[in-house]
């Protein structure tokens, strides 16, 4: 058992649990249109999205540690099903890009509530989510927007394709436990 001092306040345990699940249902999301580019056969787009699911668990577990960390009993909450069909690649780029400006609102909410109660240990760690948000808007956004560009021409998809298909997954190294 941890020491008392260090609990976090009840507001502040939920709002980290509920974002937990927020991260683990991106990578849920992401998975999903992982799957829908497999089969247009976009193997780049496919893989970007399987990295990006990846990525979003180290997001959970960075949760996670922090609530292990102040002696918090992690309690795990259901995640939903996620959407499983697009029509087209810009459409699960507008999809992705929107849950990200939803996950973005989420954190910033997080910030807020931990400063209202004066948790500056609180505020401290999520301000490394506060900066990936700005990358996790500008990543999927960039996407879109290229996807705009090239409309429907096929020969630009399999360059933007060839492009995604590049991406590796690199595990972050900082708290996560
Ligand atoms: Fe974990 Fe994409 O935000």
Known sequence: MRVIDMALSKN???????????????????????????????????????VQAQEEITHAMKFFGYLSDRGSKVELLSIDRPKTRWKDPLEVF???????????DMINKIVTLALKEGDHTTNTFLQWFVNEQIEEEASTDGVVQ????I???????????????????????????
């Open 146 to 149: 290229k996807l705009k560009l």
């Open 12 to 50: 502040i345990v939920a709002a980290l649990t509920k974002q937990i699940n927020a991260e683990f249902f991106s990578s849920y999301l992401y998975l999903s249109m992982a799957s829908q580019f497999d089969v247009m056969n976009l193997k780049g787009f496919s893989n970007w999205m399987k």
């Open 94 to 104: 507008k999809g992705a890009y929107d849950h990200e400006v939803k996950v973005t």
């Open 151 to 177: 409309k429907s021409d096929s020969s630009g998809l399999f360059m933007i394709d060839q492009e995604l298909a590049q991406r590796v997954f690199v595990p972050a190294t900082a708290n996560q436990k």
